[in-house]
């Protein structure tokens, strides 16, 4: 009977979606209906009772901490506890009630941060739009709440026109009120789960060294203590309830209160805990963490955010009528209501893209290679050869310039000689045989003259058509390589957008610049609240230093994940993983973590700006 109750308790509690409870269900289904004679004794002594409920229990803790830690991976290890550096070198931890004390405390603050992330994540939202002009809040509550609040608010709006604008106001009220409520009900959760992270990371801060070296008696009086948290965190948010308003804009009614449950009356004034003592106070720390989480999915889910579809359900019924009347403008054209059109259009788009495709992809690449690799034995024939060219010179050289200049001069000229010189030869003769043209025409030299200066003319010319074919060869590839530039910047374009596809993460753990952002701003948000905490202890508020104390933390925790990867990557991780650590530290002086925080913007790689901006 015992068993069952146990299994009735919890799959009452069974609210939320997250994996532990769901696993925890499991459990319950499937294993304790299937074992329950193996936690059951035969006696049925008192003494044998309690042995069995609290073996029941261990099982219960063991297997949550295990589905605890498996959901937790997802989100990496959290920021570590303020323990001794040689806390966990010793050997005689392991399988220890210490060892187990310490996998609770892991667990606490693992899920106090999931926790808080989840309620900033809420608040962050409605702190925005809180901040926005009383326009903006109207335009939220007709269209971005969903299509009756739509309806509604636009029913206000039409009777506003005739009442003078007694339902704008009535409106505009109605959007702060809704916003203001869930403010103060997310901040109050906030101002709770940092104050309890803060008494949980302080507690182990004071009693680390005594865990060590006298695990024995610091053990109970830290589970005491524990508990006495857990007590402190049911009467700080307790007054959630009386917090809410007649009228107020959350649907449904609030969960019971929340009630953990507390540990027996022990001694706690020096009489050491048996084994089994430790062991159930241990199970009792996770049933309590099983009933927390259960309240704060119910209470956040009521104030949580609303969908992204709810947001945006103008732009995506927008997109959804768009989507129905070009589908039924395809079904019209297609070949289901007997047209061709579509078919014509595909075959034309197919034609189009071959065409493209052998244009400006497929030839000009071809044309590259064969300009690259096959120069010399694909080449077509010039226009102008250059043996050709060499023909005419010589021709020119030997049988005209040479044979007229020694016929002229009527001696022996060097076979050497410069073309320049037997050209001033036959121009000097040329000049003189122009004094009487009809005579010499006919009987001079001077139609082989006239001759020599049209064979020295066709010289020049096939000299500059070779030339010519030389400098249009030589820019065969420039000319492919401008062919294909059009598809080229096409596929450059294309892979742009494939790289802003994969890589429009910008949260603080990506790659990107926006990224770097991100972290450079955790920095600044981490230094903004250890002076804000040194502040209120200055001023001696003690539960608003707590509570800032334990966002300190959150804030280490969320950048403790966001360059892990990173600075594992560069080598940086263990000197930054230690300043971290350091931050978190509640002893250490605020002059110093400033100087640590400086430290890092400046020398960690991760913590950089982007090279184009430094």
């Not at 009792?284 to 963490?289: E, H, Q, R, S, V």
């Not at 022996?412 to 045989?433: D, G, H, W």
């Not at 800032?548 to 990173?566: C, I, K, N, P, Q």
């Not at 993983?577 to 925080?597: A, E, M, S």
Request: proline share 3%; charged share 25%; net charge neutral.
């Amino acid at each position: 009977m015992e068993v069952a109750t146990v299994e009735n308790n919890n799959e009452s509690k069974d609210h939320s979606n997250n994996n532990n409870n769901r696993t925890l269900f499991s459990f319950y289904s499937n294993y304790i209906w299937n074992r329950v004679l193996a936690f059951l004794p035969s006696s049925s002594s008192s003494s044998s009772s309690s042995s069995s409920a609290s073996n029941v229990f261990a099982k219960i803790s063991n297997l949550y901490r295990q589905s605890a830690r498996v959901g937790s991976r997802t989100h990496g290890a959290c920021l570590p506890l303020p323990l001794p550096s040689n806390s966990f070198d010793s050997a005689s931890l392991v399988m220890s009630d210490t060892s187990r004390v310490y996998e609770v405390l892991e667990d606490i603050l693992e899920h106090i941060f999931l926790s808080l992330r989840n309620v900033q994540k809420n608040l962050q939202f409605w702190q925005s739009r809180a901040e926005g002009s009383n326009a903006r809040k109207m335009y939220f509550m007709i269209f971005e709440r969903g299509p009756l609040a739509f309806i509604d608010g636009a029913v206000q709006l039409i009777r506003g026109c005739a009442d003078e604008g007694s339902s704008m106001q009535h409106l505009c009220h109605s959007a702060s009120s809704h916003i203001s409520e869930r403010v103060a009900v997310l901040s109050s959760l906030r101002c709770a789960l940092a104050t309890f992270l803060a008494q949980i990371y302080m507690e182990v801060d004071r009693f680390g060294e005594d865990l060590v070296k006298d695990p024995e008696n610091s053990l109970p009086l830290l589970l005491v203590t524990i508990n006495d948290i857990f007590s402190n965190l049911e009467a700080s948010i307790g007054h959630l309830h009386a917090m809410r308003q007649s009228d107020s804009s959350v649907e449904g009614s609030y969960s019971l209160p929340l009630l953990f449950e507390k540990l027996p009356g022990v001694n706690q004034e020096g009489s050491q805990w048996t084994d089994c003592e430790v062991r159930d106070a241990i199970n009792l720390i996770y049933k309590n963490l099983l009933k927390l989480d259960s309240y704060l999915s119910v209470i956040v889910a009521k104030h949580r955010k609303p969908r992204k579809i709810t947001l945006h359900w103008i732009r995506y019924t927008c997109g959804a009528v768009g989507l129905s009347v070009c589908s039924m403008w395809v079904l019209r054209h297609s070949s289901l209501m007997g047209s061709s059109d579509i078919d014509k259009w595909i075959g034309d788009a197919r034609d189009s893209t071959v065409s493209f495709f052998n244009d400006h992809v497929e030839q000009p690449l071809l044309s590259i290679r064969d300009e690259l690799f096959e120069t010399f034995r694909k080449r077509h024939k010039g226009v102008m050869e250059p043996e050709e060219v060499l023909l005419t010179s010589n021709s020119l050289h030997r049988s005209m310039l040479l044979a007229f200049s020694e016929q002229t001069k009527g001696q022996k000229i060097p076979e050497n000689a410069s073309e320049q010189e037997l050209l001033e030869i036959v121009m000097s003769r040329y000049e003189k045989e122009l004094m009487h043209p009809i005579q010499n025409l006919l009987s001079g030299e001077l139609a082989r003259a006239l001759l020599i200066q049209v064979q020295k003319l066709k010289l020049d010319i096939e000299t500059a058509m070779l030339e010519l074919d030389q400098i249009l060869k030589a820019n065969e590839i420039n000319f492919a390589i401008l062919a294909a530039l059009p598809a080229f910047f096409l596929s450059l374009i294309l892979l742009m957008l494939v790289r802003t596809w994969f890589r429009r993460d910008t949260r603080a753990e990506g790659r990107g610049r926006m990224a770097r952002v991100q972290r450079r701003l955790l920095i600044v948000e981490v230094e903004k609240r250890i002076v804000q905490y040194q502040t209120y202890v200055d001023q001696g508020q003690e539960k608003d230093a707590q509570c800032m104390f334990g966002l300190v933390l959150y804030s280490l925790d969320r950048l403790y994940h966001a360059v892990e990867r990173h600075a594992k990557a560069t080598g940086e991780w263990q000197c930054l993983r230690q300043d971290i650590i350091d931050l978190g530290k509640p002893d250490l002086k605020t002059t110093y973590k400033l100087v640590v925080t400086s430290r890092m913007e400046r020398l960690y790689d991760c913590l950089l700006p982007s090279p184009n901006r430094r």
